[in-house]
């Protein structure tokens, strides 16, 4: 029979340990979050819902979008044991430099709209825990305040040539001054996606006022308040706004685009080009025998043409194509450190990130970007670990099976 007796209060005491509260309600939100998803969560609840759907949102009925992410959720791992990986090296080298993570901040447009601290936030993140941080086009922080927000780190800009080519070279040139090592010549926006999220909520730049955005908005006094007591958005690259971001794309963008542009690029831009929105396999080959340094696999995050082919699955096949040694990227659906570690055993040699920056982002401004590499950085070293490998070079195809639901019918004339 168990012995009772009264409990004392000193045994209580060694019990019942009350955790100090946090005061800072930033840190207090952050702290609460153990994923990309748990920011995700965060930002909806902060974030009025036009913008919130603009960063989360897809073309069309978001299919491209969800296929990528289940590419990744559809992976299968296989461990070695008695492999011991105490202390993993997760950094690599990429297009002639440095990087701490496998991984990069890819460009988004229209940043400050998400969060007040836009690119600032993003570049000093970036610049902060080693990695390279990308400025678009469509970008709402210029070249050299990005630069300024990291005068250190590795900057990237991400290019669209516009109809009036000018406007794109001379942004292009000015990023070269700045010191900004590598180009993205972004080729999959010949014309803008169908982002039916944006057109429902009526979601335009600037943002206009109606009896729903004000009602969505009175809960969130805080991001209205940022948004109206700090500097108006500028865009570097449009003379005019007043419409939604499709209507922009489409009076922006030249669906004339081809090599020809490329060549031109290539003569004014002295650092790395990588070819952003690369689709199939003919094109990837293409473009290596172009001598370009480098490809990002990638369908826009979904944001284009939906239904458009899954860059995790086009990896391994675009890899043995076009040799292990060529540069080629991934971006589109990662949600997980795990996922990034799939794609470099499968021989991507570096990824990106988009709506996993802007979730952190928007959560918390600055300090949610650095959770959001917080958590990026301890998922991938965790998943390491349990593989049993010791650096990013010593992951390969053989520690990943990718399942798959989708399985190609034979064509008519195969």
Excluded: C
């Amino acid at each position: 029979m168990v012995q009772r007796q009264f409990p004392k209060p000193v045994e209580l005491l060694e019990l019942m340990q009350f955790k100090k509260p946090e005061l800072n309600g930033t840190k207090r939100r952050l702290d609460a979050a153990y994923t990309i998803s748990d920011l995700r969560k965060i930002a909806k609840r902060r974030t009025p819902k036009a913008a919130f759907d603009y960063t989360d949102g897809a073309a069309e009925g978001e299919t491209s979008l969800a296929r990528a992410r289940q590419a990744f959720e559809d992976v299968e791992f296989h461990p070695d044991v008695l492999r011991p990986a105490a202390d993993v090296d997760t950094s690599v080298e990429i297009l002639g430099g440095p990087s701490a993570l496998p991984f990069g901040i890819a460009p988004t447009g229209f940043t400050r709209l998400m969060q007040t601290e836009g690119e600032v936030a993003g570049a000093g993140a970036a610049g902060a825990a080693g990695i390279p941080f990308t400025l678009s086009t469509l970008g709402t922080t210029s070249i050299e305040g990005v630069k300024a927000a990291n005068p250190n780190g590795r900057n990237w800009f991400q290019l669209y040539v516009m109809r009036d080519r000018e406007i794109s070279y001379g942004l292009a040139k000015r990023a070269a001054e700045a010191g900004f090592d590598t180009l993205q010549f972004t080729v999959d926006t010949p014309v803008a996606g169908a982002r039916l999220r944006d057109k429902r909520n009526g979601f335009s730049i600037p943002p206009q006022l109606t009896l729903g955005t004000i009602v969505n908005a009175i809960p969130r006094p805080w991001w209205w308040i940022d948004f109206l007591t700090t500097p108006k958005l500028e865009f570097a690259s449009l003379s005019a706004t007043g419409g939604t971001v499709g209507d922009l794309l489409n009076a922006a963008m030249d669906p004339t685009i081809s090599y020809e542009d490329l060549k031109v690029i290539r003569e004014i831009w002295p650092g790395k080009i990588v070819i952003k929105g690369v689709q199939n396999v003919e094109d990837s080959k293409r473009l290596i025998d172009h001598g370009v340094d480098g490809i990002i696999l990638s369908n826009h995050g979904g944001r284009q043409l939906d239904r458009a082919p899954i860059p995790f699955h086009l990896l391994p096949t675009v890899v043995r194509e076009v040799g292990k040694d060529a540069t080629i990227m991934v971006d589109t659906g990662i949600m997980n450190g795990a996922d990034i570690v799939a794609a470099m055993a499968l021989g991507a040699k570096f990824t990106l990130i988009g709506r996993a920056y802007l979730y952190g982002l928007m959560a918390g401004g600055r300090a949610g970007v650095d959770k959001t590499i917080e958590i990026l950085r301890s998922e991938i070293e965790r998943t390491m670990k349990l593989l049993g490998v010791a650096s990013i070079a010593e992951l390969e195809p053989r520690h990943v099976t990718q399942l798959t639901r989708l399985a190609p019918m034979p064509r008519s004339d195969a």
